[in-house]
Nanobody, 116 residues
């Protein structure tokens, strides 16, 4: 059974930092493209950042220079370091494991709220 378990969300003031973690089980983690998506109220889910098994990364323009995605294949874990957080970063953040059309899995989501 595949499980993706996110942690690290919470309430933070503008300009603050959070680190999200996603621990995966039930998959050959190292071959999956791992991604972080987010969905704000009334908006579509969007890709925030992704990292391939080989370590190639990509980011949505709005987080470039502020967020960093990384992975530890030995721990089957992907991280999202979020710095200089803004109120518009407020959303539910979801971890995704993409191994192809029939091998695409989601975590349950973790709330990130940026507010003073």
């Amino acid at each position: 059974q595949v499980q993706l378990v996110e942690s690290g969300g919470g309430l933070v003031q503008p300009g603050g930092s959070l680190r999200l973690s996603c621990a995966a089980s039930g998959i050959i983690f190292s071959i999956y493209r791992m991604g972080w998506y987010r969905q704000a109220p009334g908006k579509q889910r969007e890709l925030v950042a992704a990292i391939t098994g080989g370590g190639t990364t990509n980011y949505v323009d709005s987080v470039k220079g502020r967020f960093t995605i990384s992975r530890d294949n030995a721990k089957n874990t992907v991280y999202l370091q979020m710095n200089s957080l803004k109120p518009e970063d407020t959303a539910v953040y979801y971890c995704n494991a993409d191994g192809g059309e029939r091998f695409n899995f989601w975590g349950q989501g973790t709330q990130v709220t940026v507010s003073s």
